[in-house]
């Protein structure tokens, strides 16, 4: 079974360009999870999808950070303009949406470095 | 809202020591428990799980956890670590119904040769 993709594995970038991700799931999984996880934390949640739907973006800064999911299948989560403080690993993961079992299963994450 | 707290930042440990991780949570409703590992340079990977059932999970590498409902607590356990374990580990909640995933801060352990 494959795994969650996701690309570009590494970006570099300068503070005020903007910047793309995308993630593709685990086949048959609905929900889809984006984290950003800076140096020394914890991942924190940013968005959640369900299917198309959007169930939780309250972390997700929206001035700045904008995800889709128009299929409900992959993910693009974009920043635009990018700061400084958004270089971190941005980490994508998938799970199935009925029954109890909420196992996430995650990608490599897309480092990205804001110069 | 939902919240997790691992008590310990960094954690160091000799070989053939045995560990233990804690983790607490709070919400009142149904959770998942998660137990992941980061290894160095490499991508998260699900250590073990709890959704229902025996409250005493044990997981992959020798690592098992308990659930005690009473104390919202899920602590990872492992009787005897390898330089190997060296990596970060992280407690995971997720909300049964809505799915919503919260993640601790993680705990740095290191094990001495």
């Known amino acids: 079974e494959a795994g969650v993709a996701q690309s570009p594995r590494y970006k570099i970038i300068e503070k005020r360009q903007s910047v793309a991700f995308w993630c593709n799931p685990i086949s048959g999984h609905a929900t889809l999870y984006w984290y950003q996880q800076i140096l020394g934390q914890g991942p924190k949640l940013l968005i959640q999808f369900q299917n198309n739907g959007v169930v939780d973006d309250s972390q997700l800064p929206k001035d700045r950070f904008s995800a889709e999911r128009l299929k409900g299948v992959d993910s693009t989560l974009k920043i635009q303009p990018a700061k400084l403080e958004d270089s971190a690993v941005y980490l994508c993961?998938?799970?199935?949406?009925?029954?109890?079992?909420?196992?996430?299963?995650f990608g490599p994450g897309t480092r990205l470095l804001v110069l | 809202a939902q919240s997790v707290s691992q008590h310990n930042h960094h954690v160091i440990l000799s070989e053939a020591a045995s560990l233990e991780l804690g983790c607490n949570y709070s919400y009142g409703g149904t959770v998942n428990l998660f137990w992941y590992v980061q290894y160095p340079g490499q991508h998260l990977q699900l250590l073990l799980k709890y959704f229902s059932g025996d409250p005493l999970v044990k997981g992959i590498k020798g690592f098992e956890a308990e659930f005690i409902k009473s104390k919202f607590s899920f602590n990872l356990r492992k009787p005897s670590v390898q330089w190997s374990d060296t990596a970060e580990y992280f407690c995971v909640i997720i909300v049964t119904n809505a799915g919503k995933s919260t993640f601790g801060d993680g705990t740095t352990l290191t094990v001495k040769p």
């Open positions: 993961a998938s799970s199935l949406s009925s029954g109890r079992d909420r196992t996430q299963y």
